[in-house]
């Protein structure tokens, strides 16, 4: 790493894995706080070194932002599931540090004043991975302290987990995958209308985060035609920058591809768009902004399309298990899996315990599909049951196969038969056990299958 000719750096130093700096800056932003005790001040002991941790997420800096002066090794810890890192404002910080991963700052002879740090992978820092560390004499580092650690508090743990799952299914407001009712024109298009716009939406019980959204939904409304429907969708923009829409997985002529600049103008703030075509292939599909996807998709603005029936393989033995012909599909659940922006590790737009449980009865057969539009892979695990996946991306498959965890990447569909045998609370999951539990609680991609004895 070069050090940048700053005149505000006083005292660089290289270390094992981190450049230290020092700006005789903070000095300015001195804070005073000479009433401290200073039980764990740096200055107490001569030589010694604070450690303290700071966990990066997304889209998150949290952990121990008041340091005490003097030296501290700061661990830094990437908790979230993509690459993030932690750089000082206007000087440098950590590599890039895998999910997972940590990496150790060494901070050396710090005076009290705050430093500014951020994420510089681009969209991070806009996305809320900013902060400001306050260096304070005789701070307080709660999850460091000097050298000699805490055990943590096993039993509180142990509650906040019981807690948290107890919570389930914890009631919040607005409910995404609406199905949208089209208005039947005279030649018998179906014409539907979407609004894009910023609402408040409830992400887990008291968490309302600013959702990028069709018609004030996460996800927007399902889109459901018959094959052969001539479809128009009014588009709306009411938000604050331009977009688009693109029909993921289905069929349309070129120019309805939604691919601003190219395919179409940009949709500009305050502007009307009208797409037209027809639904001339079944499609398990979804629709989601193109422009600006990283922002807008996962911010909200995502949405399933559906042309025309499931393929369920009626009347096929796959695997030794006969599928009746007759089979009669007693619930059909969208699962569209997000796991960034502000709407974060969810299905169908919620954190547990916010998410919906599916309650069937004994002997029931399930159709799920789920869709991915976040920016991870998932591996779906049902409880108890065998999912038959019998689509890939809406494409019907030759040979439908048995799983209990399916793997959906980003972009992907996966529709799966689920024959409910047997009564019980299972619990349904994505398996990446940081996109479900944390030290606070079970949440996010977490639901569950209540299978009633009738
Ligand atoms: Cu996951």
């Not at 793997?407 to 349904?428: C, F, T």
Request: aromatic share 8%.
């Amino acid at each position: 790493m070069a050090v940048k000719d700053d005149p505000f750096i006083s005292v660089i130093r290289l270390s094992i894995v981190a450049v230290i700096v020092v700006l005789s800056f903070w000095a300015l932003f001195a804070i005073v706080n000479n009433e401290s005790g200073g039980s764990v001040a740096a200055g107490e002991a001569a030589g010694g070194i604070s450690t303290a941790t700071i966990e990066l997420s997304e889209f998150a800096i949290e952990g121990d932002l008041t340091l005490p002066t003097g030296d501290v090794d700061v661990t830094v810890v990437n908790v979230g599931g993509v690459d993030h890192d932690l750089t000082i404002r206007g000087s440098f910080g950590t590599q890039l540090i895998s999910a997972g991963q940590s990496e150790v700052l060494e901070l050396r002879d710090l005076q009290p004043g705050t430093i500014e740090v951020y994420c510089s992978v681009p969209g991070h820092e806009g996305a809320g991975m900013v902060g400001t560390i306050t260096v304070a004499e005789g701070a307080v580092v709660a999850g460091g302290g000097h050298g000699e650690h805490e055990d943590p508090d096993w039993e509180a743990l142990d509650q906040a987990m019981i807690d948290s799952i107890l919570a389930f299914p914890a009631e919040t407001e607005g409910l995404g995958n609406q199905l949208l009712e089209p208005t039947i024109l005279a030649d018998g298009t179906k014409e539907f209308e979407l609004t894009a716009e910023i609402v408040e939406w409830e992400v887990e019980p008291g968490k309302f985060v600013e959702a990028w959204t069709y018609n004030g939904m996460v996800p927007g409304p399902a889109i459901k035609v018959d094959l052969g429907d001539k479809v128009k969708v009014i588009v709306h923009n009411k938000l604050p920058m331009g977009t688009d829409v693109h029909w993921h997985g289905v069929d349309t002529p070129n120019n309805m591809d939604g691919v601003a600049p190219l395919t179409q103008p940009l949709i500009r703030s305050g502007e009307d768009y009208v797409y037209e075509f027809v639904a001339d292939a079944p499609a398990i599909g979804m629709y989601h902004a193109h422009h600006h996807a990283q922002m807008q998709v996962t911010n909200g603005m995502f949405a399933i399309f559906q042309i025309g029936d499931m393929p369920i393989p009626y009347g096929q033995t796959i695997g030794g298990v006969e599928i009746p012909a007759d089979l009669e599909v007693a619930l059909d659940i969208p699962m569209v899996v997000n796991d960034a922006g502000v709407i974060g590790y969810s299905i169908n737009g919620k954190s547990f315990p916010a998410t919906q449980p599916y309650v069937v009865n004994k002997g029931d057969w399930i159709v799920a599909t789920y869709y991915n539009e976040g920016l991870q892979i998932h591996p779906m695990h049902l409880h108890q049951f065998g999912q038959l996946v019998f689509a890939k991306d809406g494409f019907p498959l030759d040979n439908p196969y048995w799983a209990d965890t399916i793997n959906v990447a980003p972009g992907e569909r996966y529709s799966v038969l689920i024959h409910a045998e047997d009564a019980g609370a299972w619990v349904w999951h994505c398996h990446i056990l940081t996109h479900v539990e944390r030290e606070e609680g079970m949440f996010g991609m977490v639901t569950a299958v209540i299978v009633q004895d009738n």
